[in-house]
């Protein structure tokens, strides 16, 4: 469903007027549904972490060796410009940077909060040159966008959101109610969402820094000019 009609469903769970709001404002319902997408989305990722995963392309930028995360951004899984990017600690890229390292391509990161420093510091500006891909927070930000869960699971987004609406309320046994059902409808999410036979049976962001290379992890994820470089 999109935001819309998952609102109208969260009014009638709520026994609120379907024509107006006259205890939550829509705004208010948006929120909850997207904090109740938020929760469900950390509990299929602890069934399947790679479940959601995303790839965006930015620009390098002549001199420029800070780049922005994706909004949203809960791990970032592997950077590639073109090919991939050996991950190192951010201390040791900012130093090789600082001492004049340069070159048109950069050939490995450190992060850094919600950024990343590459390094050596590009001498070109490319367009879409650096691919991030990452597992993203889910969010419904308009009223025509879905989920983007298993449509067979949103109604637990539905409870979820429900709960947060009616827990500063009296309603107690509804809330109570709410709850029981909530609990007992996150067994389904195994129905749905479970790792691949053929893909890493765990996720953890770039493993170079650990050891250099590790085949049980996630390599099974592969991408175009996945080899590294530097």
């Known amino acids: 469903?999109?935001?819309?009609?998952?609102r109208l469903e969260l009014k009638s769970m709520l026994d609120e007027s379907v024509e107006t709001n006259d205890?939550?404002?829509?705004?208010?319902?948006n929120r909850y549904l997207n904090m109740g997408l938020a929760f469900v989305q950390s509990r299929i990722l602890m069934i399947d972490p790679m479940a959601f995963i995303y790839r965006d392309s930015t620009p390098l930028t002549a001199g420029e060796d800070l780049v922005a995360l994706p909004v949203g951004c809960i791990t970032l899984l592997r950077?590639?410009?073109?090919?991939?990017?050996?991950?190192?600690?951010?201390s040791v890229v900012a130093r090789e940077n600082e001492m004049g390292a340069t070159a048109r391509l950069p050939t490995r990161y450190g992060r850094l909060g919600r950024y990343i420093r590459i390094g050596p510091k590009p001498t070109e500006t490319i367009e879409g040159q650096l691919q991030l891909t990452y597992v993203p927070t889910l969010t419904m930000a308009a009223d025509n966008d879905t989920p983007g869960i298993h449509d067979n699971l949103e109604w637990l987004i539905l409870l979820r959101a429900s709960i947060i609406a009616i827990s500063g309320t009296a309603e107690k046994e509804k809330l109570a109610q709410n709850r029981n059902q909530l609990r007992e409808g996150l067994d389904e999410i195994s129905t749905y969402y479970r790792p691949q036979a053929?893909?890493?049976?765990y996720m953890r962001p770039d493993y170079?820094?650990?050891?250099?290379d590790d085949p049980r992890g996630f390599d099974a994820f592969a991408l175009p000019n996945d080899s590294i470089r530097g």
Not at 23 to 29: K, P
């Open 208 to 212: 170079d820094i650990i050891d250099g």
């Open 198 to 201: 053929d893909s890493a049976t």
């Open 1 to 6: 469903m999109i935001r819309s009609d998952l």
């Open 23 to 29: 205890y939550w404002s829509q705004a208010q319902l």
């Open 79 to 90: 950077a590639n410009a073109p090919h991939r990017l050996r991950v190192m600690q951010e």
